[in-house]
């Protein structure tokens, strides 16, 4: 599944491109009501194929562990990022900006495994947690700087936070505690 997700983003610039990146203006601008349309369409385009190869390992990867705990729960976790992080990022990104991608959704999927094996009182979340947070936890941090020009610090850190609260709200009971 998730490699068919990631096919699916690369596909995407590649009509991107031959279109003469007629698919850009379905990123998310600011604050127009016109644009609210856009925040779904925005987390599966990119701004070039530099855009879109950054966030593909990670997306494999985290979608890949958090499909683990079930497809359903799973695609719910990512419609609740994807309408958050898009909602976050047409309410607070400076004016006159465009964003797209799926960095948000690797943020939220990062928040998400980080967290959820606490939530749950599973060993092997909090393990999982660890291993993704010792592999990826520095380009998370470095992803959050709001001093990094052309790249959306809003919608990462709204990625991250609401990937985090899907930890809680889409939770799974553990049977007997921490196994």
């Keep these: 599944m998730m490699v068919g997700w990631v096919a699916l983003l690369w596909v995407l610039e590649v009509v991107d491109v031959v279109s003469g990146h007629a698919l850009d203006d379905l990123g998310i601008a600011p ?64 004016s006159n900006t465009n964003t797209a991608g799926a960095s948000g959704v690797v943020f939220g999927l990062f928040g998400f495994l980080l967290v959820s094996g606490f939530v749950e009182r599973r060993f092997l979340g909090v393990l999982v947690g660890f291993g993704i947070a010792a592999a990826w936890g520095g380009s998370i941090l470095a992803g959050l700087a709001p001093t990094q020009t052309g790249i959306s610090w809003q919608g990462h850190l709204i990625g991250l936070v609401t990937g985090v609260v899907a930890a809680f709200v889409f939770r799974r009971r553990a049977a007997v505690g921490w196994g």
């Design 31 to 94: 604050r127009e009501p016109s644009e609210l349309v856009d925040i779904v369409p925005a987390a599966f385009l990119h701004f070039g194929f530099g855009h879109v190869a950054a966030n593909s390992v990670p997306l494999l990867v985290l979608g890949f562990l958090s499909a683990l705990g079930g497809l359903r729960r799973f695609f719910a976790v990512c419609a609740l990022i994807i309408v958050a992080d898009g909602l976050g990022v047409w309410l607070i990104s400076p």
